[in-house]
């Protein structure tokens, strides 16, 4: 039911209740029936009496249109509370997967930073130890002999090798161990 079509009809039946005691206040007890003739006359009744079998009866009818009333928005409420349980259920959901492609973009850095790493380690050695050799060896490159310039140019590309080799190493130990 349309909820302003069962307040309209609230107000009409409390306004039908205030006429019927208006006008159960305003009849007398006449003593002559126009149907029964003269003297015949009616059983005394009280204003109260007839009223409180009315008034019983739509009195029920009104507490009928209450619950009707109260039964509409209890619906409501309840309508409300199911859109908002799933509404947060969307929410808990939401962001379970923005952690799940937080976490995915996390690993992505520490597998890049792990590269790196090992990549600027692998430079390292390959510079300390040219640098260590490069230190005390009088560079002749002009000179026909067999000097310690061939031992430089040998121990940096062999230094060079080992730390392509080294890089290599922990990129494939990294890989069995499922780091990368």
Known sequence: RDMNLTAKEAREEQERIQDLLKHSSSVQNPSFDPMGGVGDLKPPETPHSALTYDSD??????IEVVE??????FMQADNTWNKLQTLTEYIDDTED????????????????????????ASIALITAITSLFAMNVQLRPGSEEDGPYSWFVIISTTSCAGAILLFLGVMTYSRYKRLI
């Open 57 to 62: 009866e739509e009195e029920e009818e009104a």
């Open 97 to 120: 997967y923005v952690n799940i492609q937080l976490d995915s973009q996390r690993n992505q850095l520490i597998r890049l930073d792990l590269i790196l790493t090992c990549l600027s």
């Open 68 to 73: 009707q009333l109260l039964e509409t928005y």
